[in-house]
């Protein structure tokens, strides 16, 4: 973790409490002339939750940020220990076991019933950011920006209203998801896709595989990659063409710029573009335009909300020679439980790696912001506001290191996790 160093750009101003006397009290204990005067530093900080060190809109918002950012590592660390306390149970293991004594016991159960690896095919995780946060965070922070014309950009999919005529601009493509009414899908269907003929399947086969097929369960029946003609059902995790009825997600271009009534109209951005966006961004988003000072905290505001959604999972392997009926089944039970936490810890990994972003973008901008914001105080005259900025958020600094090492290590957790359970598979992401 890198430590705040804190360099004075000029010295505060002095203050001279005998001369606000008059002003703030007509005598009394030198302690209650502070507190009328505001001289006065709050009694709990960022580490007990508190933002509100200096009452100074960019300092606070930056102590703010911090907060969020701890806070959502937190809450990951969380997450991702109930997920592995979850897999160490499946593996007759005890809550709290480290995740690589559970790996161990992963290994020791796939070596029992599988021949060979197991093969994982997922795309990435889904993220999507609020852009409704990072533009209350710049209102926020910059007294300067006008709440009503803020806007935030998004580099990848936001989602418009489907109501009207959805309109992208040049540098975005509409596209639209829905379940369509007659199941049939002229784009990509993620999830089940019922095949009444045998048709190519580039997801999981569920039935009769007139090639070879990489798992097969108890019946003969096909429940892994069809190298052939699939009868039956094909999940397409990472999404495909279906030559059946698509009973999950069917994501199209419409010919006609609009979207069924029913479907989710989405702009996504070209390639290096970006698209005005107003509500979820599935990407990331882009702040608006603030001072440099409150850059790294809107940015960081924006990355703490961020949500990930655990992606599909289609999973392959062969049963080992002699694994009994009751063993498959049991074996299959399992795993299903095993690809519900790992696709858990995929998100999970994904958003402890945006949240770290934006904690290493606070430790590197954070001191200046602050330090600056105070000069800037101490340059208007305002004696009050100049006092809390140097003698409490000033000092408030040092305890931003503290936060953001508890974070990082919780973040680190996070990802170690999915490192260790992960590689018990054979991990392939499209």
Known sequence: ????????????????????????????????????????????????????????????????????????????????????????????????????DIRAAIDAKISAAVSGDIEVVYQPAQCTASVDVAVSAAAECDVDVDPGMVQASCQGSCEVDASVEASCDASATLVCEYTPPDLQCEGSCTGTCQLEVGASCEGTCRGECDGECSVVNASGQCEGQCMGMCEGSCELAAGGSCEG?????????PPEGMCEASATAKCRAMADASVQCEGRCEGTVEPPQVSAECQATVDAKAKASVECTPPSLQVNYQFAAGLDAQGRAEFKAWMQNFRNRLSALIAASTKAGIVLEAGQGLIAAGGTAVTNAAAEIQASGDIVASYRAGSCAIPELRNVGTALQGAVQGLQFSVDAFVQIGGAVDLNQR
């Open 1 to 100: 973790m890198q430590a705040f160093r804190i360099k004075a750009t000029a010295p505060f101003v002095a203050l001279s409490l005998l001369s606000l006397t008059a002003s703030c009290d007509d005598g009394g204990p030198l302690g209650d002339l502070q507190e009328q005067c505001g001289l006065v530093c709050p009694e709990k900080g960022i580490l007990e939750g508190n933002a509100s060190i200096s009452g100074i809109a960019s300092i606070d918002a930056f102590f703010g940020a911090v907060i969020d950012v701890r806070n959502a590592a937190n809450n990951l660390q969380a997450n991702v220990r109930a997920e592995l306390d979850a897999l160490a149970l499946s593996v007759g293991l005890e809550r709290g076991a480290t995740a690589a």
């Open 245 to 253: 009825s698509c009973e999950g997600s069917c994501t199209y271009t």
